[in-house]
């Protein structure tokens, strides 16, 4: 089992960043695939990054390419997601996915979500 609460979310403005964090319980969390998606409002929650269990390999949608990053710290069990260059568009509630595929791409429903922290940017 695997609990994940997220962190970070908040309003900035168009052009602004922000870092969202994940921490994630469980002994055996650092070997899992780890990944964000975000759902606004009446839209179907969409993929944004995944990572590997290492941190070897990144997976990013075409949306955020080169203007998000994905990292994670198993040291600390937590994974990042640094948002920069923000549109309005990239208003939506963020939410941190563990699975146990240690290369987890975000292709399928994860085995486990968080709670979700929205994150709000005004143009």
């Known amino acids: 089992q695997v609990q994940l609460v997220e962190s970070g979310g908040g309003l900035v403005q168009a052009g602004g960043s922000l870092r969202l964090s994940c921490a994630a319980s469980g002994r055996t969390a650092s070997n899992y695939g780890m990944a964000w998606f975000r759902q606004a409002p009446g839209k179907e929650r969409e993929f944004v990054a995944a990572i590997s269990w290492s941190g070897g390999s990144l997976y990013y949608a075409d949306s955020v390419k080169g203007r998000f990053t994905i990292s994670r710290d198993n040291a600390k069990n937590t994974v990042y997601l640094q948002m920069n260059r923000l549109k309005a568009e990239d208003t939506a509630v963020y939410y941190c996915?563990?699975?146990?595929?240690?290369?987890?791409?975000?292709?399928?429903?994860?085995?486990?979500w968080g709670q979700g922290t929205q994150v709000t940017v005004s143009s």
């Open positions: 996915a563990a699975d146990p595929n240690r290369y987890y791409s975000g292709s399928y429903v994860p085995a486990y």
